[in-house]
């Protein structure tokens, strides 16, 4: 059984930056994709980045691009997501989460991930 745990969330205002951190416990977090997530109010889950299993290539979704930087470190079973010149559209509950039998083409839909943590609120006022 794997356990998440996440960190680092809070309240900025708009051109800030956040460091979110999310902790493994358990299972195998080298040989695992890792993503992050998101979800607004009234708004489904939301793919933000995420790094390859097998290539270690990351991914992002566009709206992120040039933003947000995601990184993991295999030693410390922690994966992160440095968030720079923050929007208010990027108010969101984050969430991590981990899978081992993902295939590249469905890194980006939330059923592909086997253990999630329990998200950590990130608020971007204008």
């Known amino acids: 059984q794997v356990q998440l745990t996440e960190s680092g969330g809070g309240a900025v205002q708009a051109g800030g930056s956040l460091q979110l951190s999310c902790a493994a416990s358990g299972g195998t977090f080298r040989q695992s994709t890792v993503a992050w997530f998101r979800q607004a109010p009234g708004s489904a889950r939301e793919f933000v980045a995420g790094?390859?299993?097998?290539?270690?290539?990351?991914s992002y979704t566009d709206s992120v691009k040039g933003r947000f930087t995601m990184s993991r470190d295999n030693a410390k079973n922690t994966m992160y997501l440095q968030m720079n010149n923050l929007k208010p559209e990027d108010t969101a509950l984050y969430s991590c989460a981990i899978g081992s039998r993902l295939i590249l083409s469905t890194m980006r839909s939330d059923s592909a991930y086997d253990y999630w943590g329990q998200g950590t609120q990130v608020t971007v006022s204008s």
């Open positions: 790094i390859f299993r097998n290539t270690g290539r990351t």
